[in-house]
């Protein structure tokens, strides 16, 4: 019974950095109607911002995120501008393809520029726990799932309370007529790729106390955030969120009761599953 | 028949080539030259003429990969005999992937395929018993050919392996050519453009749809067995990997999707490009795919051979 | 005789949206069958329960006898029935000749004689000139043709034209209506959706016109131009209570 809740609340605070990915694809698409296959690489790119800010000047990991979000923000909104945007009436198997290409880039350079040898950031705090009753919670994710929170928190605040908030979700909802009524889509296309970079980001920043960091560790983000993502449904920002944790609690149960080797087949089976009979997801519009 | 001469003049040539380099390396770049157009030619099949991009063409390649290594190692089957039925093991699923799978449409599809690929390759890689897992299977010394008592190769240099691979590249293109000018050529352009206009006039989408992926991973297992034996070890990541499939995708892109000749011109730019860069970049070779993959879709999204066919169209149109 | 076509109370619906309620009417083989309406009365909706793309919820398609309820698009097209696109849907990076080889791929598994069939066709619309020019490049009124030619090439026995004079100038419109005309010389039996008033009245031998879903009225040309019913369902009743 222990071993079960253990192996929950690993996965619900796991699963809210998924939800953080998540949140951005379904963010860049749900505005764009884009599918980024780089969001992995965007993380990653956080992974190592975090780490150099952590080696380099000693900026703790789960401080330096007000550092790395904007940085990626800014980096996202670069690539919304000059690739993204001009591809947005292109077949989706193009955009998706562009993506990928941006991702290799990515990644590819992070090998040029640092190597592909694994990085660890160790922290003081790295291999401490804190013991919630019969559970015992890793110091470093139980911090992760705490600001995971407030950023998704401060993310649902800004989308339902801030007019710019509410100018994404009507682009997202329905570009022309956003357009018809005054809002700037370009702006938004720019703002939510910048927006979901951060995200990506912050999550990134996150993880890296706990994940090794090389360049190529953004691959199996990216499509661990495409189960997340189609299973709350595109364009959900909420159905992200379930996702997140769905698939996080998901993945550590069955790390536990089935096999380590086995937990990813069992997302990616998960994955097949979703998009076969409901790929509109928990909570998502069916528009495909 | 006319149509075929200018196929056979550079066919011939390269038959040709191992008389006259016998530079190991040199003949090992062609080698990897024919790989990649078989492969390319494959994927075309399914994506370039019917539409569907599947990003886990991978999934077949390391099917056929494994499936004859496998055959070879533990049941002693010479190659020969052994790459037809991991052939024919990577169609029967990939046709019950298709037949579950291409209910989805564009985006979903792919993802769908991604996912296919991956669920094999840690199939792949926790199943040690059959495939040893991440440690892989290194290849033992192939048998020799004989026919009819008579030795044609030990496969201890590379001109066998030249050849065979020369064949396979030229039956890929002809497995094209053919699909091209066919009703099942016309039937998959139809389905690429307008699913639902070519339900509407009589074609069944599912069924030609999987026609195309059988015919398509067919080749590419085909394509996979041969690497591996020519390599001679495999592991999951390395067969399997999505790097794999995008490499094929990116071949078509940038040479030209849905045409004969710009899978070939993809794989000739992306081979001797990447060896060119190996020395200086080393692993980041793919950073010259990720570039031009980013060029071509912004500036050429129908590819080399789509720009220029353009070019040409157009100047056509001015006369 | 046995109608061709015969649609018995069908009824579609889309969650609680009533896109079809209760329509019935006939095709006899070898007529012109106007069907018309304002727009959202589920004249295209209807046309995708009688091709195939979704099966109607209640009621049956009778197709030559053969009761076709759930039969797949494709099924349908070889049977004889083929559909044009309000929106046109031309195969774009394929030539005109090609797309049209593509309907005469329907009846034959040979592509040189289906070209034979095409190219029969594309000179029947007036289009074997543009044989060679990319469909995607064409203007509007050759679409329309060319989509006219591709059914025609699939040799079926009977064609649905949804709304083929839509965005036509009178020239293309008065084309279409000579093809309409030649195609019921040949045998062909079709039924038309359009708005165009006049081009129904000349080629059209009996008219079903459509409101919210429901058959308000049916008859030859002459009773329904002038039924008080019909106008008020163009033009908004008085109480308005019709969405």
Redesign the interface.
């Given at each position: 019974m222990a071993v079960l809740l253990q192996s929950i609340f690993s996965g619900v605070l796991i699963g809210g950095v998924y939800a953080l990915i998540g949140i951005g694809l379904t963010l860049i698409f749900g505005v764009m109607r884009v599918i980024n296959f780089a969001q992995g690489e965007l993380v990653m790119i956080g992974m190592y911002c975090t780490f150099f800010l952590f080696k380099l000047a000693g900026i703790d990991p789960f401080l330096s995120v007000v550092l790395t979000m904007p940085a990626l923000f800014l980096l996202g909104a670069a690539l919304q501008s000059t690739l993204i945007n001009r591809v947005l009436d292109a077949l989706p198997q193009n955009q998706i393809l562009l993506t990928i290409g941006i991702g290799l880039v990515l990644s590819n350079t992070a090998m040029l520029a640092f190597t592909s040898d694994y990085r660890i950031l160790s922290t003081t705090y790295s291999s401490s726990s804190v013991a919630l009753g019969s559970v015992r919670l890793s110091t470093p994710l139980l911090y992760c799932f705490l600001i995971t929170s407030a950023i998704t928190g401060a993310l649902y605040w800004f989308l339902a309370r801030t007019d710019t908030g509410h100018a994404i979700r009507a682009t997202a909802q329905d570009r022309d007529a956003a357009q018809l009524m005054g809002v700037n889509v370009r702006n938004m296309g720019v703002l939510a790729f910048g927006l979901g970079s951060a995200l990506a980001g912050a999550a990134g920043a996150l993880i890296a106390p706990t994940y090794y960091i090389f360049p190529q560790v953004g691959g199996a983000f990216t499509l661990k955030a495409f189960v997340v993502v189609v299973l709350g449904g595109m364009g959900s920002v909420v159905g992200a969120t379930l996702g997140g944790v769905l698939i996080g609690m998901s993945e550590s149960l069955a790390a536990v009761y089935i096999g380590s080797g086995m937990k990813e087949l069992c997302v990616y089976v998960i994955f097949l599953l979703v998009l076969l009979l409901k790929p509109s997801g928990l909570l998502g519009k069916s528009r495909t | 028949m006319r149509v075929l001469l200018p196929w056979a003049i550079p066919a011939l040539a390269l038959a040709l080539v191992p008389l006259f380099i016998q530079s190991p390396y040199a003949l090992h770049i062609f080698i990897l030259l024919f790989i990649a157009v078989a492969l390319g030619e494959s994927w075309n099949v399914l994506g370039g003429f019917a539409?569907q991009?599947s990003?886990g063409h991978a999934a077949w390649y390391g099917l056929g990969a494994y499936g004859a290594f496998i055959l070879l190692q533990r049941k002693g089957i010479p190659p020969w005999f052994g790459v037809w039925a991991a052939v024919a093991i990577a169609v029967i699923i990939a046709l019950a992937v298709g037949w579950?799978?291409f209910?989805?449409?564009?985006?979903?599809f792919?993802?769908?395929s991604?996912?296919?690929a991956?669920?094999i390759r840690?199939?792949a890689?926790?199943w040690k018993i059959l495939t040893n897992g991440a440690e892989g299977i290194l290849g033992s010394d192939l048998p020799p050919l004989q026919i009819a008592g008579t030795m044609i190769t030990d496969w201890n240099s590379k001109t066998p392996y030249y050849y065979l691979g020369l064949l396979m590249a030229v039956f890929c293109v002809a497995v094209n050519f053919a699909v091209k000018?066919?009703?099942l050529g016309?039937?998959l352009?139809?389905i690429?453009?307008?699913q639902?206009?070519?339900?509407?006039?009589?074609?069944?989408?599912t069924f030609y749809k999987n026609t195309a992926l059988g015919i398509s991973a067919a080749c590419t297992a085909l394509t996979g067995s041969f690497a591996a034996f020519y390599v001679s070890f495999i592991e999951p990541q390395g067969v399997f990997g999505?790097d794999v499939s995008?490499q094929m995708?990116?071949t078509c892109?940038i040479g030209g999707i849905?045409t004969v000749t710009g899978p070939l011109l993809g794989a000739v730019v992306l081979v001797l490009l990447s060896e060119w860069l190996r020395a200086s970049?080393a692993?980041?070779?793919?950073?010259v795919?990720?570039?031009?993959?980013?060029a071509v879709?912004?500036l050429m999204?129908d590819g080399f051979v789509g720009f220029i066919a353009q070019r040409l169209r157009r100047k056509a149109a001015e006369r | 005789m046995r109608p061709l076509l015969e649609v018995r109370n069908v009824s579609r619906y889309f969650g609680g949206v009533k896109a079809n309620q209760d329509v019935s009417f006939s095709v006899e083989p070898g007529i012109v069958l106007g069907l018309i309406g304002p727009n959202g009365a589920g004249k295209t909706t209807l046309f995708n329960c009688i091709t195939g793309f979704y099966p109607p919820s209640k009621g049956e398609i009778v197709f030559d006898g053969q009761r076709i309820n759930g039969f797949p698009p494709d099924k349908v097209c070889k049977l004889g029935m083929a559909r044009t696109w309000q929106k046109v849907r031309p195969l774009a990076k394929l030539t005109v000749l090609e797309n049209a080889v593509v309907g005469a791929l329907c009846r034959t598994a040979s592509v040189s004689r289906a070209k034979g069939i095409a190219l029969e066709q594309l000179r029947v619309v007036g289009l074997e000139q543009r044989a060679e020019v990319l469909a995607g490049g064409l203007p509007i009124g050759e679409r329309k043709k060319l989509e006219l030619a591709r059914v025609l090439a699939t040799m079926p026995r009977m064609i649905l034209l949804d709304e083929v004079m839509g965005g036509l100038n009178a020239r293309e419109s008065e084309e279409i209506i000579q093809l309409i005309l030649d195609v019921k010389k040949r045998g062909l039996t079709q039924v038309v959706i359009e708005h165009d008033m006049k081009a129904i009245v000349r080629t059209c031998d009996r008219i079903v016109v459509l409101s919210s879903g429901e058959k308000l009225a049916e008859g030859i040309p002459q009773e329904i131009v002038n039924d008080p019913r019909v106008m008020a369902a163009y033009l908004g009743d008085s109480g308005g209570a019709k969405a």
């Open positions: - | 539409g991009y990003v579950i799978t209910r989805l449409r564009g985006p979903y792919v993802l769908a991604i996912a296919v991956e669920i840690l199939a890689l926790n000018r066919s009703k016309y039937y352009q139809a690429r453009e307008d639902d206009a070519a339900h509407s006039l009589g074609i069944a989408l999505i995008i995708v990116l892109i849905g970049l692993q980041a070779h793919l950073l795919y990720g570039v031009l993959v980013i879709i912004l999204p | -």
